[in-house]
């Protein structure tokens, strides 16, 4: 239904920065909700942050909040992800991924999702 692509990981030293984006296409992109999700080895999926169809309401998990900054171009049909002051325990392969609502934070909601990109923060 939708296609979601990834890009801008890679390796970063602590305290560094990253951006990642997300290019949509196959779908009204500005009707519907975007998010962030991230996945460690062995660990759950969790999310990172999500953002409103307009970009008017954003949510931000308690681990990124003050840190990370989602953001989205709709002209562009581009979802962002500003990463700053990166941690070690930010190392994860992230994923963004598109709601069926016009805002969610609930993982249920999200229903098309990209391949992934690594992110790996160094000590």
């Known amino acids: 239904q939708v296609q979601l692509v990834e890009s801008g990981g890679g390796l970063v030293q602590a305290g560094g920065s990253l951006r990642l984006s997300c290019a949509a296409s196959g779908r009204t992109f500005s009707l519907y909700a975007m998010g962030w999700f991230r996945q460690a080895p062995g660990k759950e999926r969790d999310i990172v942050a999500a953002?409103?169809?307009?970009?008017?309401?954003?949510f931000y998990a308690d681990s990124v909040k003050g840190r990370f900054t989602i953001s989205r171009d709709n002209n562009k049909n581009t979802l962002y992800l500003q990463m700053n002051n990166l941690k070690p325990e930010d190392t994860a392969v992230y994923y963004c991924?598109?709601?069926?609502?016009?805002?969610?934070?609930?993982?249920?909601?999200?229903?098309?999702w990209g391949q992934g990109t690594q992110v790996t923060v160094s000590s």
């Open positions: 953002i409103s169809g307009s970009g008017g309401t954003t």
């Open positions: 991924a598109q709601s069926g609502r016009f805002y969610s934070r609930n993982l249920d909601d999200f229903e098309s």
